[in-house]
Each structure stands twice: as C-alpha cells, then as structure tokens.
C-alpha cells in the first residue's frame, strides 16, 4: 500500500505536492468514490484511481539523457509542426517530459522522466540545482567582465546569482571564445542573456551538465537511459544543493 499522492506523482500526473492539490479540491476518485483526505493509501495493483474521471495506471518510471540537437523544440508538440524532443524518442512507449527547457537555438543534455516528483525537485527555484554550459562568443572578453558574471549581473528579470566561469578556448582567427559557466538558476534564455549583459553575444550553446549527469559520450540526436545509480545522484545533487543554499543564506 502507498499514499495516494506519491502514486498520483509515480504515474506522472504531476509532482506531488501538486497531487495533493487535486485531492484536496476533489479531483481524484479512488474506486469511483471521491477522495479529499491526504494520506490516504491505495493499492495501485487493485484499485482503480482516476483524476479528473480519467482513470490513471501506475507506470514504469522512465529516466532519459537526451543529447537535444541545435533546431529541436523542448516540448512534446508543436503547433507549427517543428521537430521536437519526442520525434527522437519513438521507442519510449511511457509518457514523458523534458525537465527544464533547452531553447530552440542551443543544444545538449535533455533529462525528460515521468516521475514528476523528481522533475519537480529537480526544477524548484529552491533547489539551485548546477547547470554547466560551453558558451562559444563573439570576440574575447576580458576577464574583468567575466568577474562581473562570477559576481551577478542585472538582467531585466532582476540579479542573477553568482555563476562559475572559465576560459575554455580562444580562436584569435574566427575571433571566437568558448567559456564554460555553470549557473545555478534557471531563467529562460539566462546564458545568452548574461553575455549579451557584457556586450559579448553568444553564438553557439551546448548544455553539458545538469546537476550530477554528464553529456559526455552520448551523441548528438541519441538518447539512453540513465542506470538507478544516476537517478539516485541526480535526486541527491538537487537535496544537496538546497541545503548548501539554506546554509549561504
């Protein structure tokens, strides 16, 4: 027996706290009786549980490391009929979710699960979970500006909080740097917006770590998934990450 919002959050409806929202409000119907009170456990295996009188199965719990191509939608779908991260996945047969977004013009690690209390940690602006880029920019900045990075820079949405960087490579003749930055937010198009802050526009973007996980190795397009160790690394790096934030502040 389980508590009814973790097989709610297990079968991907949504994180758990959420699922606790829709008992709460009485959207969920264990064995066509309503349910409101939390804490309730079910058997998965015998009951039959609906949320909005659609009936939901305890599912596998899926976990892939996707390597997301440059021209790729972060979403499932795409009203204008461009690719997106699903038309790579064909033969994952559960329903799953990019955890975070990769913008259309950058590539790189993609998690995408359908255990919704992961993503949600995971996501959760308490969390500060490290997310590390290979930034190729226009010119060569000074090292000056890259402190001004390392400390906080005023975007339009507010300071952002300190990010990690170094010098990767500079090609004197394209007149090229590849930085890598480790930020620990995630605001949309933050990478870019930030070197555009210091007049030093980015040209190509690759994500290449997101908390514990490593690109490295995988493909461009390929997708793989990742082992019960990996998942129980990812969990405790967004855990660990809050409470290194809980003691800085």
Known sequence: MERLQKVLA?????SRRKCEEYI???RVQVNDETVTT???????????IKVDGRLINKQRNQYILFNKPKGVITSTTDPEGRSVVNDYLKDIKERIYPV???????????????????????????HHVPKTYHATVEGV????????????????????????????????????????ITIHEGRNRQVRRMFEAIKYPV??????????????????????????????????????SHNVQKTSE
């Open 38 to 48: 939390l804490g309730v456990k079910v058997d998965p295996a015998v009951d039959s």
């Open 141 to 180: 900045p000074h090292g000056d500006l890259l402190d001004k990075l390392r400390a906080g820079v005023k975007l339009e949405d507010g300071m952002t909080a300190p990010a990690e960087l170094e010098y990767l490579d500079i090609d004197p003749e394209k007149n090229e740097t590849i930085i890598s």
């Open 24 to 26: 709460s409000a009485g």
């Open 10 to 14: 297990q079968a991907g409806v949504a």
């Open 203 to 240: 040209i190509r973007l690759k994500r290449v770590q997101f908390g514990s996980l490593l690109l490295a190795g995988l493909q461009r397009g390929k997708h793989r998934k990742l082992t019960a160790q990996e998942v129980e690394e990812l969990r405790q790096s967004a855990v660990q």
């Open 100 to 126: 975070g977004r990769l913008d259309y013009d950058s590539e790189g690690l993609l998690l995408l699960t359908n255990d919704g209390e992961l993503a949600n940690l995971l996501t959760h602006p308490r």
